[in-house]
Nanobody, 128 residues
Framework: QVQLFESGGGLVQAGESLRLSCASS????????MGWFRQAPGKEREFVAA????????YYADSVKGRFTISRDNAKNTVYLQMNSLKPEDTALYFC?????????????????????WGQGTQVTVSS
């Protein structure tokens, strides 16, 4: 049973930083890719960032490129999302995701359908 536990969300002012963490249990590491999505009230869930374990390739949404950095720590079974220069439009519930099925490996990492495990989410609120 794979479980994902997000932490690190909070309330900050525009321009400040936060680091989200996603600790995983079960057979997650060895998964082909992990990442983050977010969902703001009244909006659809959107891709934020992802990282492949084998090649350490990273992917970012245009809206966060240059401000957010995704990384992983194999020893701690944890994925991080460093968020700098936060903007009010970054306000959302942030979800950690993992892909553990080989059959999903060819799906685009920017699509929710590419992930078969989702965390409960951690709230990020950025005030102006």
């Amino acid at each position: 049973q794979v479980q994902l536990f997000e932490s690190g969300g909070g309330l900050v002012q525009a321009g400040e930083s936060l680091r989200l963490s996603c600790a995983s249990s079960g057979r997650t590491f060895g998964s082909s890719i992990m990442g983050w999505f977010r969902q703001a009230p009244g909006k659809e869930r959107e891709f934020v960032a992802a990282i492949r374990w084998s090649l350490q390739n990273t992917y970012y949404a245009d809206s966060v490129k240059g401000r957010f950095t995704i990384s992983r720590d194999n020893a701690k079974n944890t994925v991080y999302l460093q968020m700098n220069s936060l903007k009010p439009e970054d306000t959302a519930l942030y979800f950690c995701v993992a892909q553990t099925l080989q059959t999903m490996a060819t799906l685009p990492p920017t699509q929710p359908s590419a992930y078969n495990h989702w965390g409960q989410g951690t709230q990020v609120t950025v005030s102006s």
